[in-house]
Nanobody, 123 residues
Framework: QVQLVESGGGLVQGGGSLRLPCAAS????????MGWIRQAPGKEREFVAA????????YYADSVKGRFTISRDNAKNTVYLQMNSLKPEDTAVYYC????????????????WGQGTQVTVSS
């Protein structure tokens, strides 16, 4: 059974930082690209960042480029999202997902999803 478990969410002031880990089990982690997708209240899910199976390629939404960094540790079956210079508009539930090995910016291409972790940024 595939499980993706996000953690690290919480309440942070604007300008602050958070690091979200996502631990994967039940799949061959090295064969999957990983992504982070978020959903704000009343809005559709939005692509945030993706990373290829090797970590050699990364992709970011324009809204987070230069502030967020995605990385992975294949020995630990874990993908991370480092979020710096957080803004109130970053408030959302953040989901980790497993999909195409090369990574994808299209949320519909992800096969497995976690339950999400809430990130709230105060102004």
């Amino acid at each position: 059974q595939v499980q993706l478990v996000e953690s690290g969410g919480g309440l942070v002031q604007g300008g602050g930082s958070l690091r979200l880990p996502c631990a994967a089990s039940g799949l061959s982690f090295r064969r999957y690209g990983m992504g982070w997708i978020r959903q704000a209240p009343g809005k559709e899910r939005e692509f945030v960042a993706a990373i290829s199976w090797s970590g050699g390629n990364t992709y970011y939404a324009d809204s987070v480029k230069g502030r967020f960094t995605i990385s992975r540790d294949n020995a630990k079956n874990t993908v991370y999202l480092q979020m710096n210079s957080l803004k109130p508009e970053d408030t959302a539930v953040y989901y980790c997902a497993a999909g195409p090995s090369g990574g994808s910016v299209k949320r519909d291409e992800y096969d497995y999803w976690g339950q999400g972790t809430q990130v709230t940024v105060s102004s």
